[in-house]
Nanobody, 124 residues
Framework: QVRLVESGGGMAQTGGSLRLSCAAS????????MAWFRQASGKDREFVAA??????YYRDSVKDRFTISRDNAKNTVDLQMNSLKPEDTAVYHC???????????????????WGQGTQVTVAS
């Protein structure tokens, strides 16, 4: 089992920045990929960014604004969010997949472990 705990959410102004962090504990050596998803009120959960073994992936709307990074020694994955927009407002969830991907890295169904989420609110 892997436990994921997010931190760093909060409120920002349009154009501002926030940094989210996710700390993993348990069988962390089993994780092949870690990701951030988000869910806005009344909408489906959507992929934001992922980091595998050396590669990063982003949804188009956050490219050049968000940066995902992973520290394997500390078992953390961070999401640096710059140039925030009101449409970035959502609950952000950290996710991790087991030893091998069973599907698309962009699909929530691929991920085995989830954090509780942290709220990000961007004021216009």
């Amino acid at each position: 089992q892997v436990r994921l705990v997010e931190s760093g959410g909060g409120m920002a102004q349009t154009g501002g920045s926030l940094r989210l962090s996710c700390a993993a504990s348990g069988r962390t050596f089993d994780m092949s990929i870690m990701a951030w998803f988000r869910q806005a009120s009344g909408k489906d959960r959507e992929f934001v960014a992922a980091v595998g073994r050396g590669n990063t992936y982003y949804r188009d709307s956050v490219k050049d604004r968000f940066t995902i990074s992973r520290d394997n020694a500390k078992n953390t994955v961070d999401l640096q969010m710059n140039s925030l927009k009101p449409e970035d407002t959502a609950v952000y969830h950290c996710a991790a997949a087991g030893p091998s991907l069973r599907g698309s890295r962009y699909s929530q169904n691929t991920y085995d472990y989830w954090g509780q989420g942290t709220q990000v609110t961007v004021a216009s």
